[in-house]
């Protein structure tokens, strides 16, 4: 999902009245009478829709897209693009400063970074991330949020156009051994979760780490791609996802720090636990060719080829 508070009353501000007072809605991961299960009845008008987000993606039904390209990171690698560090009750989201871009990626033009934020399950049994891949869901999952440029930064007018947000989801694993504090990008952006336990609360964010150094060790240029929607009310199907393919390996310490630190609302209510929508219905899925893999099939067939001719000789 995408976490965009004012997303929600942007969508207000474009449908009547009536739609507002449901839609300035209260919903939430940890209740039962706002879960995902009554996102539907709270927030019908696309939470029940046809295009929904969070899928399970099957890979053998990936069909290749010689369109999906490598996309180009604009601002990734500067050390002063993420901004500051909010607690919004129902995710850690880190803003961006101006300037940040995706491109290319099969996309129809530039799109602006906005943010990201996470999801996650609970402690080290319980994974949380939104999508799954051939039913494995994993320990947490990044959503960047990024939007068309040609819309300024107008939410309302990318809501209006179902390839108007484009979202990079990233899944974070477990790194294996018994590795504590890694990488460092991942410890310095968990060391400040103490400072924002409470609803509302946010920070300032130091310069030093960039948006690179988060994703490191991902081969950017493996991923999915199907068009979906916003996993959060009010669920808007205006979302062109990229899931990539690798995770990001993070020790197991700092994972468990995500559902340890933060709560909902002050430090008497519950912490942010499970804060993942339910597999929606599957949508087709397609994923960049795989280059290398015709070579070997290439390079295969020559060799049979030259096996064949000498045998003869
Ligand atoms: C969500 O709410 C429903 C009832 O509305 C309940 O059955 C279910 O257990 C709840 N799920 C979670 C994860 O709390
Ligand atoms: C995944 O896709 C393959 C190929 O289309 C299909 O045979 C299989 O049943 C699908 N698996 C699931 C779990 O949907
Ligand atoms: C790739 O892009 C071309 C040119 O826009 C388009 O004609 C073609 O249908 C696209 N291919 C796929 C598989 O979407
Ligand atoms: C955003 O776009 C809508 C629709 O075109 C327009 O009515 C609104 O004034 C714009 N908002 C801003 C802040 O420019
Ligand atoms: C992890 O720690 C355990 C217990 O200290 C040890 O037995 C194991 O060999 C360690 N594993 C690695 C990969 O270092
Ligand atoms: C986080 O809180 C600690 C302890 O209160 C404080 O020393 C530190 O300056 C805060 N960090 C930031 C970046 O605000
Ligand atoms: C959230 O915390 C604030 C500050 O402690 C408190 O005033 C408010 O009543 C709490 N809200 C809920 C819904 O518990």
């Given at each position: 999902m995408i976490f965009l508070v004012a997303l929600v009353l942007t969508a207000c501000a474009l449908t009547s009245r009536v739609d507002c007072a449901t839609e300035g809605i209260v919903w939430c991961y940890h209740l039962p009478t706002c879960n995902d299960t009554k996102w539907a009845t709270i927030a019908p008008k696309y939470c029940g829709g046809s295009r929904q987000s969070p899928i399970n993606i099957n890979t053998t039904a990936a069909k290749e897209d010689v369109n999906l390209t490598e996309f180009t990171f604009t601002d990734f690698s500067s050390t002063t693009a993420q901004k500051t560090l909010e607690n919004t009750g129902k995710t850690v989201k880190v803003t961006f400063a101006s300037g940040v871009q995706i491109s290319g990626g099969g996309l129809s033009e530039a799109y602006d970074s906005l943010q990201f934020h996470l999801h996650w399950g609970n402690g080290p049994s319980i994974p949380g991330s939104e999508h799954t891949v051939d039913g494995k869901r994993y320990p947490m999952e990044m959503h960047f949020v990024n939007l068309k440029s040609s819309y300024n930064g107008n939410l309302s007018q990318a809501l209006g156009d179902s390839t108007g947000l484009a979202a990079l989801g990233f899944f974070i694993e477990e790194m294996s051994g018994?590795?504590?504090?890694?990488p460092a990008s991942w410890k310095s952006l968990a060391s400040y979760l103490t400072n924002i336990t409470n609803k509302g609360q946010t920070l300032t964010l130091p310069s030093g780490i960039s948006l690179d150094d988060l994703l490191?060790?991902?081969?950017?240029?493996k991923y999915y791609r199907y068009l979906g929607s916003l996993t959060t009310p009010a669920c808007n199907e205006a979302v062109v996802w990229t899931v990539f393919k690798e995770p990001i390996k993070v020790s197991k310490d700092l994972i468990n720090l995500f559902s340890n630190t933060v709560h909902v609302n002050d430090s008497s209510s519950p912490l942010i636990t499970n804060v993942y929508r339910q597999i929606q219905p599957d949508q087709p899925v397609t994923t960049q060719a795989e280059s290398s893999a015709s070579t070997t099939c290439y390079s295969l067939g020559l060799m049979v080829l030259s096996l064949a001719l000498w045998k003869n000789l």
């Open positions: 018994n590795a504590t504090g890694e490191v060790g991902v081969n950017r240029a």
